[in-house]
């Protein structure tokens, strides 16, 4: 039988993302065990304390065994972090340091969510795709610059590291393993016992596009407010950089060192966003959004909307909007 380790990292972290895992593991285990096989996991919670409460000690859990006492493993999950995340590095860095000795040896690694942080303070992530929530991005890209965040991903899997996006998207995860380890039944059975969307991908259509403007860059945050005003404008990079006084090369670049997109893909994901408002909100038709937003073509309009979100305006549209099946547009 192998291992499976569960960590319960030091700090105020995600209760759900220990507790879940936890129980459909379990759960997969009982239904091979009732078919007459052998589970081929023990499941145990691993940290460095006997305990470590949640919620401002509303919740606790209790490891079941000290990481040291752990020798050797063939799975470990990392739950998803609260966000002060310097914090969290700092507290579990006999965790973080373990982590890398496991992966060296063989052990495969999954972090959920913000979990990404441990995993990639453990130096294992470089170079390697890495899916998080959305919202930690700026931050992660920060500290872990030589990581390729794939926020638009629910889930990667690259040289046995798994990572996957935001909040309970865990839960695909986890089903995501359990047919890796187990068998694409048990992982059918699973998803219908926790009612859990089985082969979901995709955390795009859920992304809140805010602007990336945890830089220092006053031109290009200039820049960024000028376009967010006049979205509805057709607006070159040469009108922008002219604008702001700075060649186009040199323009270009600083925007995409400040903000991780070319000057277009910003623009792109602003008009897009207010698109996405408009279709959750309202009763208005594609082809009226499509014009407000500052296209005239319904296929270009169609094309980047789905490249963003995942979607079709009208999937959008059906799956956000309550009055959609109401209003039966053509998009």
Known sequence: MKHLTLLVPEGENNLSSIVGPYKIFSRANQFIKENGKTPPFKIELAGLSENVEFYNGLFSVKPQVHISEIKKTNLIIIPSLNHNFDKAIEANK????????????????????????????????????????????????????????????????????YTNGGAYSFLNLVLYLIEKYYDRQTAIFCSKVFQIDLDRQSQSPFVIFTGQKSHSDELVKKAQTYIEKNFQEKISVGQLSNQFASGRRNFDRRFIKATGNTPLEYSQRVRIESAKKALETSRKTANEIMYEVGYSDMKAFRKVFRKITGLSPLEYKNRYNKDAKGNKSTI
């Open 94 to 161: 006999p965790i973080i340091q373990w982590i890398e000795k496991q992966y060296r040896k063989g052990a495969e690694v999954a972090s959920i969510c913000t979990g990404a942080f441990l995993l990639a303070s453990a130096g294992i992530l470089d170079g390697k795709a890495c899916s998080l929530h959305w919202s930690a991005a700026d931050a992660f890209g920060k500290i872990f610059p030589a990581v390729r965040l794939k926020t638009d991903l629910l889930i990667t899997d690259e040289f046995g590291i």
